[in-house]
Nanobody, 124 residues
Framework: QVQLVESGGGLVQAGGSLRLSCAASGRTFSRYRMAWFRQAPGKEREFVAAISRSGGSTNYVDAVKGRFTISRDNAKNTVYLQMNSLQPEDTAIYFC?????????????????WGQGTQVTVSS
């Protein structure tokens, strides 16, 4: 089992940047594919980005391509989400998630472990 704790959220003006971190503890971090999801008020949780176990492969939802970058440091048991050019529509609670299998990347149900989330608010 793995425990996930997100940090780095906050309030930022449109066009600004934030870097989210997700620290993992428990089982060997490198055995998990990692992802970030987000959930805005009144909406379903949606996929944002994912990174392979080695960090060599990444995937993004179209809405964040070119603005967000997912990365991981297996030595530090941490996955990051660098968010640039933030827009009000990026406002949401951001969750990191871990998948110990090889399920479809973009689906909530593919992930076995979740953090508690961190709030990101972008003002216009």
């Amino acid at each position: 089992q793995v425990q996930l704790v997100e940090s780095g959220g906050g309030l930022v003006q449109a066009g600004g940047s934030l870097r989210l971190s997700c620290a993992a503890s428990g089982r060997t971090f490198s055995r998990y594919r990692m992802a970030w999801f987000r959930q805005a008020p009144g909406k379903e949780r949606e996929f944002v980005a994912a990174i392979s176990r080695s960090g060599g492969s990444t995937n993004y939802v179209d809405a964040v391509k070119g603005r967000f970058t997912i990365s991981r440091d297996n030595a530090k048991n941490t996955v990051y989400l660098q968010m640039n050019s933030l827009q009000p529509e990026d406002t949401a609670i951001y969750f990191c998630a871990a998948d110990e299998g090889y399920d479809s990347i973009g689906y909530v149900h593919s992930y076995d472990y979740w953090g508690q989330g961190t709030q990101v608010t972008v003002s216009s």
